[in-house]
């Protein structure tokens, strides 16, 4: 004797295709990304430089190289790290999770130190680099919030009417 074959029963409702644009997106404009990225970076670097002027506290010269890490960090990790955050959470409209997505990438900041090669005691200085690049970041990022705007899809909708007559 053999078991029959399953019989289909079709009670399955098929799936509805869900237009592509058919939820809302947050968009930050060049200036708020500039606003969350840049300045964060900046005030980092300015920090870094502000600190190896202090007596006493960068005898041994270890604060000085890690401007050009952060430097480096901020145009290898930084940029791209922040264009693809506010890439992936585009459809999500909590704040929270964009300052979130920013705090990671400037954690990120701080291995690019390891990449470089130095040995001694900059890589245990990794976390002078990377925990303020993180919050620093999410700071900005939470700054920038105002320049962010909702877009709808009825407003995809109109604006391409209006730009189709």
Do not use: C
């Amino acid at each position: 004797m053999t078991t029959p074959a399953p019989q289909k029963t079709g009670a399955r409702r098929p799936r509805t295709a869900r237009p592509k644009e058919s939820r809302p997106r947050l968009k930050l404009g060049a200036t708020g990304w500039l606003l969350s990225w840049l300045i964060p970076t900046a005030l980092l670097g300015a920090a870094l430089l502000g600190l190896s002027f202090v007596p006493g506290l960068d005898g041994e010269g270890y604060l000085a190289p890690l401007i050009p890490l952060l430097a480096a960090a901020a145009v290898l990790v930084g940029i791209p790290g922040t264009l693809l955050i506010t890439w992936l959470l585009r459809h999500q409209l909590n704040p929270v999770a964009h300052m979130l997505g920013y705090v990671l990438v400037g954690l990120l900041y701080g291995p690019v130190v390891l990449i470089s090669g130095v040995g001694g005691l900059i890589p245990m200085l990794i976390p002078l680099v990377g925990f303020p690049a993180g919050i620093l970041l999410g700071l900005g990022r939470w700054i920038a919030q105002p320049l962010a705007r909702i877009e709808s899809p009825e407003q995809h909708g109109e604006r391409g009417i209006a730009s189709a007559s």
